[in-house]
């Protein structure tokens, strides 16, 4: 069965950083591309962040893009979102999701979400 | 960037109706479209991919349509658990969602 459970998120002040985490288990997880979409309270859901199985590529959003940085580490078949320079807009749940293959298309499986909430 | 508009944002409906969706893209995604419901606190769920294909386990009431465009997403026969939010995405050129359609119990 396949698995993934989102850490790390919390209250941060802006300016701050934070570390989410996705354990993912019950497949193969180097032969998946990955990815992170979160979602601002009341509001839709907003693609984040994503990272090719093959390891050789990432994306961002423009919203994101120069604060936030995607890993993984295959050995421990876990996701990695680096989040500085944390502004009000980034409060939200923030999703981890499995893309339906090596390249990313759409997602599959998804976790529980993590909240993160940027104030001062 | 592609931009997707669904409407309605809201749509109310009982229980046996058959309901459609409509999804806009701000320019042609091919059929690299794809739906997920979500309910209140919960992750989505995928429905639908490459706009007609159902997800395994996913009950044919649901349907999907459309190239191009316009897309449509049909659920034949509401049942209760039906009731929820219900997001397109393209993903012809990185990935973006749709502001979403809440099904609503009339």
């Known amino acids: 069965e396949v698995q993934l459970l989102e850490s790390g998120g919390g209250l941060v002040h802006p300016g701050g950083s934070l570390r989410l985490s996705c354990a993912a288990s019950g497949f193969t997880f180097s032969s998946y591309a990955m990815t992170w979409v979160r979602q601002a309270p009341g509001k839709g859901l907003e693609w984040v962040s994503a990272f090719s199985g093959d390891g050789g590529s990432t994306y961002y959003a423009d919203s994101v893009k120069g604060r936030f940085t995607i890993s993984r580490d295959n050995s421990n078949n876990t996701l990695y979102l680096q989040m500085n320079s944390l502004r009000a807009e980034d409060t939200a749940v923030y999703y981890c999701a499995r893309c339906n293959g090596d390249d990313c298309y759409f997602f599959d499986y998804w976790g529980q979400g993590t909240l993160v909430t940027v104030s001062s | 960037d592609i931009q997707m508009t669904q409407f309605p944002s809201t749509l109310s409906a009982s229980v046996g109706d058959s309901v459609t969706i409509t999804c806009r893209a701000s320019e042609s995604i091919s059929n690299w479209l794809a739906w997920y419901q979500q309910k209140p606190g919960k992750a989505p769920n995928l429905l639908i991919y490459?706009?007609?294909t159902l997800e395994s386990g996913v009950p044919s009431r649901f349907s999907g349509s459309g190239s191009g465009t316009e897309f449509t997403l049909t659920i034949s026969s509401l049942q209760p658990d039906d009731f929820a939010t219900y997001y397109c995405?393209?993903?012809?050129?990185?990935?973006?969602f749709g502001q979403g359609t809440k099904v609503k119990i009339k």
């Open positions: 995405q393209q993903y012809n050129s990185y990935w973006t």
């Open positions: 490459k706009a007609s």
